[in-house]
């Protein structure tokens, strides 16, 4: 493959490069980028050659784009950042995810700036933009910079209602797992502010919050919030908090079991409860 992937570079020929790549592995990519940054004369011809590829309708093309990015963005940040615009709205999942992938590589070796553009991407109204920005968020999220916790609180808090499932899914996610794990107080502080909410996307996404394995480590501070949100009467928001307390449930049965206990004799948690109770 590799042999195959030299050749097509040493020829120019970006569309066999393309075709040769669709479906490869992550590190052929890897290979074939670093392969034409070594290649190229300048970082100019570099760039240049991320935007061509970009621009390829093979989606391996567009994948070896994914991975120039992160060289050429210190040489070049505003361009590198407008290819990796249009790459995190690919009509291929696979490259979405790549060049959401990348986003969060960005965010971590320059915090401020990535994230300021990141905030002007919020309303773009571009669902895949969106979810991008949830994804960069998670990979950012590391213990050793607390200094970041809020910005990305900030950051997320932004696009907390969006009801795509392509978006809330990876968003909740990274709210309930990377930031809560990596910023607990913080980030549990922010899913208080956001249970006061009336919307309910937003409050769909602070009870799948509280689903997760790190929720589940505070699980009585969590029950505090779903407890108040167990109290909605839309369907949308009290079935999302059935799914947070059996997902809790499975893992800390000892102290879910008997609140859900409580629910039953409650007639406004009692349906919570029933559906929650049936995948303990």
């Known amino acids: 493959m590799r042999e195959l992937i ?32 070594k ?22 093309a567009r994948h070896v784009a994914c991975q120039i990015v992160p060289e050429v963005y ?27 992938e990348v986003c969060g590589r960005l965010l971590r070796t320059d915090f401020t700036p990535v994230l300021n553009r990141l905030r002007s991407w919020c309303d773009e109204g571009s669902q895949n933009v969106r979810r991008a920005i949830a994804i960069a968020a998670g990979r950012a999220a590391l213990p050793e910079h607390p200094e970041w916790g809020e910005p990305l609180l900030k950051l997320v ?10 978006v809330r899914r990876p968003l909740a996610a990274t709210i309930g797992g ?20 009336n919307d309910a996307q937003v409050l769909w996404n602070v009870a799948m919050a509280l ?6 480590g505070m699980v009585k501070k969590a029950l505090i919030v779903l407890r108040k949100l167990s109290l909605d009467e839309r369907r949308y928001v009290w079935r999302a908090v059935a799914s947070a307390m059996w997902k ?19 007639e406004r948690r009692v349906e919570v409860a029933r559906e929650a109770l049936k995948h303990i």
């Not at 050749?7 to 590190?27: F, M, N, V, W």
């Not at 990377?178 to 909410?197: G, H, M, N, Q, R």
């Not at 689903?211 to 589940?216: D, I, L, M, R, V």
């Open 211 to 216: 689903s997760t394995p790190t929720a589940a």
């Open 178 to 197: 990377s930031l809560l794990s990596a910023y607990p107080v913080i980030t549990f502080e922010y899913i208080v502010k956001w249970s006061t909410s």
């Open 74 to 100: 210190p040489r070049s940040k505003k361009r590198a950042l407008a290819i990796l615009r249009r790459l995190v709205s690919d009509d291929e999942g696979a490259v979405r995810d790549a060049a959401a």
């Open 248 to 266: 809790l449930g499975r893992r800390r049965p000892e102290i879910v079991r008997p609140e859900l206990a409580r629910w039953l004799e409650d």
């Open 39 to 60: 290649t190229g004369s300048s970082m100019t011809e570099t760039l240049a050659a991320a935007e061509s590829l970009a621009d390829r309708p093979e989606a391996g």
């Open 6 to 37: 030299d050749r097509a570079i040493e020829q120019g020929k970006s569309e066999a490069l393309g075709r040769l790549l669709d479906g490869a592995h992550t590190e052929d990519h890897r290979y074939a980028a670093r392969r034409i940054i």
């Open 157 to 166: 808090e932004g696009i907390l209602d969006d009801r795509d499932k392509a």
